[in-house]
């Protein structure tokens, strides 16, 4: 379960899966992947390209990525709308009225700095793997909650970038007439699409919930597993990711945090991961 974290939360997962993985325990051939916002992005790249490249990719400096702010501002503002009553759909939907409010408009160049993100380093683009791979997002008119895969005719461009369409920072990401906007208005990482697993573990940037029913503990309680945990980012990861997970200045630390903090926790998790 990889959840939503922006730019510095996806060099940190890319750096915590690196970390476990460089102590032997390689998590990245899970059964199943779900994707949450960066999350997404993590959960494509990992199940279609080599992770140490993934790694050095995420140490380089960025080049393409758009710098942006994810302020107090916004995140209050977006607490305040799903604070309003309603069941969980009309809040999301409120959520996501606001953003085609703020940012209308398809979402194009957005798709465009996926497509980079999604680069394979022979050039092509990573398409769906032979694998469960999903991916969620929310419809930003119903404020549904919707999972694309393989057997789905999205394609995984656009699957991740409606994913990671952060409301009133980017616009929603249209698809086939449909306006969506980033899964993680549902839940942190969405780990109760992994009911009837028998192992679970969740890498999430930013676990806090605004509903106790979409918590991580309450989601990982209901998939039923034999064993189930979370990651977060320690002290050490925290300081390196800084205050905005937008900014990609700060990708570089982010991921060499999360190795270290992927080192440390190795033993722990090895201890219950299939080997």
Wanted: glycine share 12%.
């Amino acid at each position: 379960m990889l959840g939503g974290g922006g730019v510095t939360g996806i060099a940190w997962e890319v750096g915590v899966l690196k970390g476990l993985r460089d102590e032997g325990v390689d998590v990245t051939a899970a059964d199943l992947v779900v994707g949450t916002s960066a999350g997404s992005v993590v959960g494509a790249l990992v199940t279609t390209e080599d992770l140490d490249e993934l790694y050095a990719e995420q140490t380089s400096p960025p080049d393409e990525e758009i710098p942006a702010v994810f302020s107090l501002r916004t995140a209050l503002t977006i607490g305040a709308l799903m604070a309003l009553p309603g069941d969980g759909r009309a809040r999301r939907a409120r959520v996501g009225r606001a953003a085609r409010k703020a940012n209308p408009g398809p979402g194009t160049e957005r798709v465009a700095v996926f497509e980079s993100r999604l680069r394979r380093t022979d050039g092509s683009l990573a398409t769906w793997p032979d694998r469960d791979l999903r991916i969620t997002a929310v419809d930003a008119e119903t404020g549904a909650f919707h999972v694309f895969d393989k057997d789905g005719d999205v394609d995984l461009l656009h699957a991740v970038a409606a994913s990671c369409a952060v409301p009133l920072v980017w616009p929603a990401v249209e698809i086939n007439g449909r306006a969506y906007i980033d899964g993680g208005m549902r839940s942190p990482a969405n780990a109760d699409l992994a009911t009837g697993c028998d192992v679970v573990l969740g890498i999430v940037p930013l676990p806090r919930s605004i509903t106790k029913r979409h918590s991580m503990p309450e989601q990982l309680r209901r998939t039923g597993a034999r064993w189930s945990a979370w990651i977060s980012p320690d002290q050490e990861s925290l300081a390196a990711i800084g205050r905005n997970v937008l900014d990609p200045a700060m990708r570089m630390g982010a991921a060499r945090a999360g190795a270290a903090q992927g080192r440390r926790m190795a033993a722990e998790v090895g201890a219950r991961w299939p080997s």
